[in-house]
């Protein structure tokens, strides 16, 4: 018998889509360093818990474990904090990119398709949203709803889809919402199964026992992500909404995000819960609400419209790059096919549509979506809430276009026609070379732009060079106040992180720094923004004159920052002289 040829160029034009992403992922991963700077806040804590987890152990189920083993485990290949973080960007983008391709090829897109579809996502902000922890989500989401695609019997595909989104909200927990919707729909079918084929009884209550197995088992391990042990959610509402109120009238005096006990407090009086805000007052959250549901069109839009780097789609100073050029074409397929496709098909649309598998296809879809668009309403329309709804509605998109050329009762089995054509072939490699060119390079600001800054990276390099560590005996550690958002766990062995809340009440300033063995202090206006130190006198005293409490100060090269240090070791390794003429080693004020 003789080969088909339509055989080898289906494998071909394959081959050359997925090397085009990954080379994709892989130029845009060199040149990450040069746009982005290190996360602080969210990410860094993630980070901590990971570093820090053979002592502290799993952080609780709401603040994401499954992300802090995930930096755990590639701790292990990149040690240094700095290099793991880079390390983590570049692999969650391609891998991210990489499933997202593999489930539009599994709704039935074509490699081109499928090629511009993930292509429009590497090169929007949303594999580059901050913090991470949804992009982890976001990858485990994708594998399951690629493996429910392959399975043989809807209870199969809705097992396989619960256990991805259970797994999933170890990273962010909202995605539990998800996960229950899921699961009563999974129960619904074996039931159904049941009655219908009563032969299979035995079958639906072995997918039963082991789902309820797999989910007993994780909760075990991991607890319940939706358990609100710590009032995550109330107080993520507290910040958004201080900051939202910030933004829309301006008349917020305090910082909205580390104060916003004080904005809610004489709006929401003792509230501790969403349904308690709602209750005391009505008119301001429905405002709050309202004005996250304005925004959030745009918001969405931008996700997946501007570029990376946060380059908008159209030029700002009316000279178009060839990136710029390249990613309005891709968006033009990625739109522009399935319109054609509706087109084509005109009255007769709704009916290739209407369809068992494409309906259950869209209910499932609009589970994954609906905890993202609840919390944009809720909290805000922040980008890491948009990822996964702009994701999966994205191959929602593509399952409707496949299900309109290719019409009948299972759409997303029946093959793609013209696969393995000539022509195929030639759109693909036409689309890798597109895609090629919409990366930017290594160099930044391909907006002609002035490159970022990444002032905590700059910092971090700067401490590193003084080369505190030769002051620490074996087994040590050197103590740096967090004021900064969460730099010393960048820093590394062994500088240790002192987070601001381990103060006592009554405790001055100076005794502080002694009890937690403080040997490094930012001097900047971080230090009184904290709540903890605002106006207090005993750090005004420090201040003044660290060199009182045998302290000096050193300038980073590089930077902006200013670090006090103990005195002798400013005078040991710069021949620095402390503040105040003092010189001993850090003492507290009697």
Not at 288 to 297: G, Y
Request: glycine content about 10%.
């Amino acid at each position: 018998m003789r080969t088909s040829p339509s055989r080898p160029l289906a494998f071909l034009a394959e081959a050359v889509c997925l090397l085009a992403l990954v080379l994709a992922c892989v130029k845009l991963g060199r040149g990450v360093e040069a746009v982005l700077d290190l996360a602080p806040w969210d990410e860094a804590d993630y980070l901590h818990r990971a570093l820090t987890l053979p002592e502290s152990g799993l952080p609780d189920p709401e603040w994401g474990p499954l992300y802090s083993l995930w930096y755990f485990a590639l701790s292990y290949v990149w040690p240094d904090p700095v290099a793991l973080y880079y390390a983590n960007t570049r692999w969650l983008v391609l891998l991210t990119s990489v499933a997202g391709y593999a489930l539009l090829r599994q709704v039935g897109a074509r490699p081109g398709f499928a090629l511009a579809g993930s292509a429009v996502y590497l090169l929007s902000l949303a594999p580059h949203i901050q913090p991470r922890p949804t992009l982890l989500a976001l990858l485990i989401i994708l594998a399951a709803s690629c493996a429910a695609c392959r399975a043989a019997t809807p209870e199969g595909a809705w097992g396989r889809l619960g256990a991805g989104l259970l797994l999933a909200s170890f990273a962010r927990p909202e995605g539990f919402l998800s996960f229950l919707a899921v699961s009563a729909l999974l129960g619904l079918q074996l039931v159904r199964r049941v009655r219908q084929e009563p032969a299979r009884r035995r079958h639906a209550w072995g997918t039963a026992v082991a789902y309820a197995g797999l989910v007993l088992l994780l909760v075990g391990l991991l607890g319940n992500p939706f358990g609100n042990t710590s009032n995550r959610r109330f107080y993520a509402f507290c910040q958004h909404f201080a900051d939202g109120l910030a933004r829309r009238t301006g008349q917020v005096q305090v910082d909205p995000w580390f104060r916003c006990e004080q904005v809610l407090q004489p709006i929401f009086g003792n509230a501790s819960t969403l349904g308690d805000a709602l209750r005391a007052n009505p008119g301001a959250f429905l405002a709050h609400v309202r004005w996250n549901l304005e925004r959030l069109p745009d918001e969405s839009l931008k996700v997946f419209t501007y570029g990376y780097g946060d380059v908008p789609p159209m030029p700002r100073n009316g000279a178009w790059t060839r990136e710029q050029v390249a990613h309005v074409l891709l968006l033009a397929v990625v739109l522009a096919l399935p319109l054609g496709a509706f087109a084509r098909r005109g009255r007769k649309a709704i009916q290739a549509l209407a369809t068992p598998r494409v309906a259950w296809s869209a209910v499932a879809a609009a589970v994954v979506i609906l905890p993202g668009i609840v919390s944009s309403v809720l909290f805000q329309p922040r980008q890491h809430y948009l990822v996964i709804p702009g994701v999966m509605g994205l191959a929602l998109l593509a399952l409707m276009k496949h299900a309109l050329d290719v019409p009948g009762p299972h759409p997303v089995e029946a093959p793609s026609r013209g696969v393995g054509s000539v022509g195929a072939l030639g759109g693909a490699a036409l689309l890798a070379v597109l895609v090629m060119l919409a990366v930017p390079g290594p160099a930044p600001a391909p907006d002609g732009r002035s490159a970022p800054r990444r002032e905590l990276l700059q910092q971090v390099r700067a401490v590193r060079a003084l080369g505190l560590g030769s002051h620490v005996a074996a087994g040590g550690s050197l103590g740096v106040l967090d004021t900064q958002g969460g730099l010393p766990v960048y820093l590394g062995v062994p500088f240790r992180r002192v987070p601001p809340w381990t103060r006592r009440p009554g405790e001055s300033f100076t005794q502080y720094l002694r009890r937690e063995r403080i040997e490094l202090v930012f001097l900047d206006h971080k230090l009184r923004e904290e709540p903890r130190f605002a106006n207090d006198p005993s750090l005004e005293s420090f201040l003044a004159a660290p060199g009182a409490f045998g302290y000096a100060t050193r300038h980073l090269p590089g930077t902006d920052a200013v670090l006090a240090l103990p005195a002798t070791w400013a005078i040991s390794g710069a021949g620095a002289v402390p503040e105040g003429g003092h010189t001993g080693t850090p003492h507290a004020s009697p």
